[in-house]
Nanobody, 123 residues
C-alpha cells in the first residue's frame, strides 16, 4: 500500500518561511518523480513544483519561482518543500504527489496523492 504523508503545515504571517515534508512508503521512491500541488478554497488543485527521480531536476510554477524550493532524499524516502517569503495568496491545502514514470513537471500524470496539509498565510 502506497502512502504519502505530509507534515509541516501551519499558520504564519506574510513574509515568513515554512517547510513541508512528505514521507513515502510502499513504493520504490527513487523510481518516481515527486511533486507538490496546492488547492485553495473553491479552486482547482494546481501544480506547485516537481523534482525528478535521480538527478533532482526541478520545475516550478511561475508564481513560486525564486521563493519555493523542492528537495528530495532518496535514502530517506522524503521530499520537502521549502517556502520562503510567503504571501496570503499561498494559502491552500498542500498535497504531496508521486508522478508516473519519469514525469515531474506540470501536466505529468500523478499516480499517488498524500492527504494534504493546511498552510495559512495571514496578512
Amino acid at each position: 500500500q502506497v502512502r504519502l504523508v505530509e507534515s509541516g503545515g501551519g499558520l504564519v504571517q506574510a513574509g515568513a518561511s515554512l517547510r513541508l515534508s512528505c514521507v513515502a512508503s510502499g513504493l520504490t521512491f527513487s523510481s518516481y518523480g515527486m511533486g507538490w500541488f496546492r488547492q485553495a478554497p473553491g479552486k482547482e488543485r494546481d501544480f506547485v513544483g516537481g523534482i525528478s527521480r535521480i538527478q533532482s531536476w526541478t520545475s516550478y510554477t511561475d508564481s513560486v519561482k525564486g521563493r519555493f524550493t523542492i528537495t528530495r532524499d532518496n535514502a530517506k524516502n522524503t521530499v520537502d518543500l521549502q517556502m520562503n517569503s510567503l504571501k496570503p495568496e499561498d494559502t491552500a491545502v498542500y498535497y504531496c504527489a508521486a508522478f508516473g514514470g519519469s514525469g515531474y513537471s506540470q501536466g505529468a500524470t500523478v499516480n499517488y496523492w498524500g492527504q494534504g496539509t493546511q498552510v495559512t498565510v495571514s496578512s
